[in-house]
């Protein structure tokens, strides 16, 4: 009996011990992302450390725990589990679950499934890889200055080379040579004492018997770009006797800026910033209950409506665009024509079953916006028992060699943002949320998606979308509770298309995209 209960009060104590740490709060520290150049070190210490075979005769040690950091490109997808069984463990303890995307396909269909996407992977890395990711190791203690960064110049246009320089120990004749691949070399000026060769080609040597001379002339270089690209580097070999470095010169368009007027009235003009865009299918009384409390507290904000319904009905106020879609042309596409009609700096996206209060301070939102570089920050939903969510992911894809991928999506955030104690660095949020225009035109949604989606907008837009949450800016949800003889006819009919019984097809498309689109094998998630 004393056995049984000491057993017990070891489990207890085990539980408690673990909830104590899943849901103690974390210490986050706040960090400035506020709109301003990064600073540069004046000195860039270059730290590294491989497997050098120059060194093969020393032994080493690899620490373990700080190796397994370093990417292995062999990315694996596996459930978290308990140490013991814990009935409902999963949902209480947020533990992970793993997802084998090729499972989906028969062995057929994989095969040739794998293959293109093995081609159209090859044409994307061509496309999206630029000279600028070559990887270059400066060599110790090379005489050659040059610069490192910053250098650009716009296609087919001249510019002169910044820094160059040969501090070299005392020789008879110093030279140096030039050799690029997009462009020509030219010389603004010609320097007495110095002979070159090469002038207006892709190679220039320039040689002197006076330093002072050959570095003097090495300010007068040209580099005139030859072979148009919009959007490329060159990489520029720079020698001298026994000695030889790279330097990068991009070659790119300057982007013409996009500005939106702010507007006239106050510190933030909400109607002249801020356009509200949802989309809409079967919903009408919602929808009109979500513009009623919008027109409560912006009443001359602009809204946008993407409607899919069947029967339609036409929704008419000031300030009201309605736009008609093809019927169940779905979700993400209703979110691409909404946005295309956004004509404001920024759009808060609301579902149409949201009811905005006094809480809803867009205000707050564009505040942080226009003082950071976030492209997107999302609120929270109170629903009607009064729980609030933000719906804050962490979004990381692993290495994963030839077979894709890995995915991984946690619930949580990066750290605080200074200057703004609600809000938090995080990479995909809730759908209310308020986005830099055209950041997320650059991103879309994809239309394939018409049932359910939400986070693969942000999955499509990892490394474009900097994603904050605040929860301190807050949209109520309608009730969905319903008792079965108080339901509508709208409820009922909304009901058959939003939660059909086939949900594994929407599924089952979501992970053919995500196999095929964004090239994972696998995924995991809480």
């Not at 040739?112 to 630029?130: A, G, I, P, T, V």
């Not at 004749?173 to 070399?185: E, H, P, Q």
């Not at 200057?419 to 830099?436: E, H, K, M, Q, S």
């Not at 019984?501 to 992970?511: E, P």
Request: proline share 4%; aromatic share 10%.
């Amino acid at each position: 009996m004393w056995r049984a209960k000491k057993k017990l009060l070891c489990a207890c104590i085990f539980l408690l011990a673990l909830c104590i740490f899943i849901w103690a709060p974390k210490r986050y520290s706040a960090l400035d992302i506020s709109n301003r150049m990064n600073s540069v070190p004046e000195v860039l210490l270059d730290e590294r450390l491989w497997a050098a075979k120059t060194y093969e005769h020393i032994h080493f040690r690899v620490k373990g725990e700080a190796a397994g950091l370093l990417a292995k490109n062999v990315c694996r997808c596996e459930n978290e589990e308990m140490p013991v069984n814990i009935p409902l463990s999963k949902p209480v303890f947020h533990l992970a679950s793993a997802v084998q995307l090729k499972r989906i396909f028969s062995i057929s269909e994989l095969e040739d499934l794998q293959k293109k996407r093995d081609q159209e992977y090859q044409k994307f890395l061509k496309r999206s890889q630029s000279p600028l990711d070559l990887l270059i190791i400066a060599k110790a203690n090379s005489p050659l200055e040059y610069p490192v960064q910053g250098l650009q110049v716009r296609p087919l246009k001249s510019i002169l080379i910044p820094g160059l320089s040969l501090q070299a120990s005392t020789r008879d004749i110093y030279r140096v040579n030039l050799t690029a691949s997009l462009g020509i070399f030219q010389l603004a000026a010609e320097v007495d004492e110095v002979s070159f060769q090469g002038d207006g080609e892709m190679h220039l040597s320039l040689s002197s018997p006076q330093t002072e001379n050959l570095n003097k002339q090495l300010q007068f270089v040209m580099y005139t770009n030859t072979l148009f690209h919009p959007n490329t580097a060159d990489i520029v070999h720079f020698t001298t006797d026994g000695y030889e470095a790279y330097f990068s010169i991009k070659v790119q368009h300057p982007t013409p800026p996009k500005l939106y007027h702010p507007g006239t009235s106050g510190e933030y003009d909400i109607s002249a910033l801020v356009t509200i865009a949802t989309k809409t299918f079967l919903r009408y009384s919602m929808l009109r209950k979500l513009i009623k409390s919008i027109r409560k507290y912006y009443p001359t904000v602009k809204i946008v409506i993407a409607d899919d319904s069947n029967v339609t009905e036409k929704v008419e106020g000031p300030n009201i665009e309605q736009y008609f879609m093809p019927f169940e042309k779905g979700w993400f596409a209703g979110r691409n024509l909404a946005i295309s009609q956004v004509t404001t700096k920024y759009f808060l996206w609301v579902d149409d079953d949201f009811i905005f209060t006094n809480e809803t301070k867009i205000e707050k939102l564009v505040d942080v916006l226009e003082k950071t570089t976030l492209d997107v920050v999302g609120g929270a939903v109170r629903e009607v028992t009064g729980y609030s969510t933000t719906y804050r992911q962490k979004i990381t894809v692993e290495a994963g060699g030839d077979d894709g991928d890995c995915l991984h999506t946690r619930q949580g955030f990066h750290h605080i943002i200074k200057g703004f104690p609600n809000c938090v660095v995080t990479d995909g949020v809730i759908n209310f949320f308020l986005a830099r225009t055209e950041k997320a035109r650059q991103v879309g949604f994809d239309p394939k998606l018409n049932r359910v989606a939400h986070l693969e907008f942000f999955i499509d837009g990892l490394g474009i979308l900097h994603v904050g949450s605040c929860d301190d800016v807050v949209v109520s949800h309608a009730s969905k509770i319903r008792l079965p003889w108080t339901k509508t006819k709208e409820d009922k009919l909304y009901a058959t298309y939003r939660y059909p019984k086939a949900l594994g097809s929407n599924k089952d498309l979501q992970y053919r995209l995500f196999y095929f689109k964004n090239r994972f094998k696998c995924m995991t998630g809480n």
